[in-house]
C-alpha cells in the first residue's frame, strides 16, 4: 500500500514535516531537511534524489558515534544514481539535537526508525515494498531491530559488520554497566575504539579523527539496550525472511565474528548471502578497497528492486515459531530440569505467600484474575515476606510486558475511539476475550462523555464476574455487557455482537496460548463478519519472550496444563489479520520486544472492503 502526503494529515501521532519539500538539486548532491517524532523530537536528514523518477529507495542506518553524512561516498561510488537515498541522524548524533550518544531507549530509535521510513513514504509518495535498507555496525542492527519488531513489507535488507556482540574487552563489564546504571541511571562511558581500528584508508580515519559532528560519548542505558536487543535478535533471527546481504569483516576489533553468523544462520530468508572479508577493519564502507564493497552492495540492490519479493503467507511464515514451540514438548536437558523442578519447589512452597503466585496456581498463571492481579501492580500476600515474594514477582519481566502491553492498547483504544467518535458518534466495542476487562472498563471510564459501549466475552465466569464488580464501582454497569462466549467459534462471536454494529473489535493476549493457526484464522474470520465496514481491529502479539522455556517447564496455565506459548513473529501474525481482509496500520512494542499491540482496519480493494 502507497501511503500519500494527504495520508500523512490523518496520522496525528506520526512524524511530520519541520521543513518545506526541497526542490531536486542539479547534481547528486544531498539536501538537509527534518522530521519531527510523535513525541517531538525533531531529527536531522539528508535525501539524495534520484536523476531520474523513481519508486526505489534505500534508507542508511549510520555506525554509533557518526551521523548520515559520512554517507556521501557511498551514494556516489554506488553509481545507483536512479534510487532514492536517505540517511538520518539518530538521537543524540550528528546534527539532531539532544546529549550526544544518549536516548530514552534503543527501542525509542527502533521506532523512530519506523516513523522515518512511514515519513518518507508519505512526503516522496513511496511504498514500503519498494525500499531497502543498509545500515553499519549499530545501525545494521537498528535496521535489523526495525524488520524484527515492525515487519515492514520492505525489499531487502545489507548488514555490514553488525554489532550484535561489541567487544568490551574488560572482565564483567556488562554485569558492571548493569550495576552503574542501577547506581546512576544517567551515565555514560567513552569508546575505546580509535579511527585507525576502524579503517586501513588514512584519509578515512583523519576524516573520521577531525569529523566535529563525531562524538565518542554514548549513554549506558543505550549500550545495554542494544546489548539486550542484540540478544533477542540472534535468538528469534528466524523471524526475519526479508532478503538479506551481510558482510563480515576478519580483521574487526569492534564486535564478534561468532556472533554474526549465528545470526545470519538463523535467518529464514531464502534469498541471503554472506561475505567474509579477510583483512577488512570494522568500518566495511569506509575501508580502503571499498569499491567493490559498495559496487556488490549496489548489485544485490538492483537485482532485489528489479525482482518482486514473494508476498508470503502465515502458513509460510510460521515454521520458525512452530519448530521453537515443538522444542517445548520435547524433555529438557538433565542440568535444566533440575534448574526447573527447584524454580517449581519455591513457587508452590514459599511462592504461595505471595498473593500473585497463589492466583496463579489456583488459576492458571494466563488466566484473567492472574492478569488483573498485574494489572493492578500492587504487592499482596501473607506476611512481609509474601509481599516481597510477589513485589518481585510483579516485577519480572514478562508480567512488566504485560503492564507496557496494557499502556499500548489504551493509547490506540483511545485514538480508534476518537477516530469513530468523530465518524459516526456512537461506538460499540467488542472484546471477545477479555477476561475481566479491565482496560476497556478503564478507558470507558475515562470516556464517559463519549456514548460508548461495550460487550465484554470470555469463557471462564469468574474473570466476568470481576469484570461486573469493576464496571459496578465505577459506575458502568449500564454501558457494558459481560457474555460467557468461545473466542474461537465465529458463530459465537457473532450472537455475542448480536444486532451490535461493533466498530472496535478486540482480541488481546490469546493467540499465543494456543500453537495452531487454524482456530485463530476462524476466530479472525468471526471478526471479521461483524466489524463494520470502517471498523478498527485492536490484536495483540507475542513475538519473543526471555522466559518462554521457564514458563513451559514449571507454570500451569488455566486448563491445569503446561502453559506452552508459541510466539508468532510479528509477519505471521499480520499475515493471520492480513487474510481476514484487514490491514494494520499502526503498532506498537514494549521496550524488551515482548508484547505489541497493533490497530487494523478493513482491506481496501477499489471501492470495496474485502470481507
Not at 315 to 332: H, R
Not at 549 to 554: G, K, L, P, S, T
Amino acid at each position: 500500500m502507497t501511503l500519500t502526503k494527504d495520508d500523512a494529515m490523518t496520522e496525528t501521532d506520526q512524524a511530520q514535516p519541520a521543513l518545506p519539500i526541497p526542490s531536486r538539486p542539479s547534481s547528486r548532491e544531498s539536501i538537509e531537511s527534518s522530521f519531527v517524532t510523535s513525541d517531538g523530537q525533531t531529527i536531522f536528514f539528508r535525501a539524495w534524489h534520484p536523476k531520474t523518477q523513481s519508486k526505489n529507495a534505500v534508507i542508511l542506518f549510520h555506525r554509533g558515534h557518526e551521523h548520515s553524512g559520512r554517507w556521501q561516498d557511498f551514494v556516489d561510488t554506488s553509481k545507483m544514481e536512479d534510487c532514492w537515498f536517505f540517511a538520518w541522524d539518530c538521537r543524540g548524533h550528528g546534527r539532531t539535537a539532544g546529549e550526544r550518544g544518549a536516548a530514552e531507549s534503543f527501542s525509542r530509535i527502533v521506532r523512530d526508525a519506523d516513523e522515518f521510513a512511514k515519513y518518507l513514504c508519505r512526503l516522496y509518495e513511496l511504498d514500503l515494498a519498494n525500499i531497502a535498507v543498509v545500515g553499519q555496525s549499530v545501525g545494521a542492527v537498528l535496521a535489523a531491530a526495525w524488520i524484527h519488531d515492525y515487519a515492514p513489507p520492505i525489499r531487502a535488507m545489507v548488514l555490514a559488520t553488525p554489532a550484535f556482540r561489541i567487544k568490551l574487552y574488560v572482565p564483567l563489564a556488562i554485569p558492571a554497566l548493569r550495576v552503574l546504571k542501577k547506581v546512576r541511571p544517567k551515565s555514560f562511558i567513552q569508546s575505546y575504539v580509535r579511527p585507525s581500528m576502524l579503517t586501513h584508508d588514512e584519509r578515512q580515519a583523519d576524516a573520521y579523527a577531525n569529523d566535529p559532528l563525531i562524538s565518542p560519548q554514548i549513554a549506558v542505558n543505550i549500550l545495554l539496550d542494544l546489548h539486550d536487543t542484540s540478544t533477542r535478535l540472534v535468538d528469534d533471527a528466524a523471524a526475519i525472511s526479508t532478503p538479506t546481504l551481510m558482510f563480515v569483516s576478519g580483521r574487526d576489533y569492534v564486535v564478534r565474528q561468532d556472533v554474526q553468523h549465528r545470526f545470519f544462520d538463523r535467518l529464514s530468508s531464502t534469498e541471503k548471502h554472506i561475505e567474509t572479508l579477510p583483512k577488512f577493519y570494522h568500518s566495511t564502507f569506509w575501508e580502503k578497497d571499498r569499491a567493490p564493497i559498495i559496487q556488490r552492495t549496489a548489485a544485490f540492490l538492483n537485482e532485489r528492486f528489479e525482482s518482486t519479493n514473494p508476498k508470503l503467507g502465515s502458513n509460510e511464515l510460521s515454521q520458525g515459531s512452530k519448530a521453537k514451540y515443538a522444542s517445548l514438548q520435547q524433555p529438557a536437558s538433565l542440568v535444566r530440569r533440575v534448574l526447573f523442578a527447584a524454580q517449581r519447589i519455591g513457587l508452590t512452597t514459599a511462592g504461595r505467600l505471595s498473593r500473585g503466585v497463589k492466583i496463579g496456581w489456583e488459576s492458571g498463571f494466563d488466566s484473567g484474575q492472574s492478569l488483573d492481579h498485574v494489572y493492578r501492580n500492587r504487592a499482596e500476600g501473607t506476611t512481609p515476606l509474601g509481599r516481597w515474594v510477589d513485589r518481585n514477582y510483579l516485577n519480572s519481566i514478562g508480567w512488566r510486558g504485560i503492564r507496557g502491553r496494557k499502556v499500548h492498547m489504551e493509547e490506540l483504544l483511545d485514538k480508534a475511539i476518537a477516530q469513530v467518535a468523530e465518524r459516526e458518534g456512537e461506538i460499540t466495542i467488542l472484546d471477545i476475550a477479555a477476561g475481566p476487562g479491565r482496560y476497556v472498563i478503564e478507558t470507558i471510564g475515562r470516556n464517559k462523555s463519549l456514548p460508548i459501549r461495550a460487550i465484554l466475552c470470555d469463557r471462564d465466569r469468574g474473570g466476568l464476574e470481576e469484570g461486573k464488580a469493576l464496571a459496578k464501582s465505577l459506575g458502568l454497569s449500564d454501558r457494558i455487557e459481560f457474555k460467557q462466549s468461545d473466542a474461537f467459534d465465529p458463530e459465537a462471536i457473532k450472537r455475542a455482537a448480536g444486532d451490535s454494529v461493533v466498530n472496535i473489535a478486540i482480541v488481546s493476549g490469546l493467540y499465543e496460548l494456543f500453537p495452531e493457526n487454524a482456530p485463530i484464522e476462524q476466530s479472525l474470520a468471526g471478526i471479521a463478519s461483524v466489524l463494520a465496514d470502517e471498523g478498527f481491529l485492536l490484536y495483540t502479539d507475542q513475538p519473543w519472550h526471555p522466559q518462554q522455556e521457564m514458563i513451559a517447564r514449571v507454570l500451569p496455565n488455566r486448563d491445569g496444563d503446561p502453559w506452552v506459548m508459541r510466539c508468532r513473529s510479528q509477519f505471521e501474525m499480520d499475515a493471520l489479520v492480513r487474510e481476514a481482509g484487514l490491514e494494520r496500520q499502526e503498532l506498537r512494542i514494549d521496550k524488551w520486544g515482548i508484547f505489541s499491540v497493533a490497530l487494523a482496519t478493513r482491506t481496501q480493494v477499489g471501492n470495496e472492503c474485502v470481507r
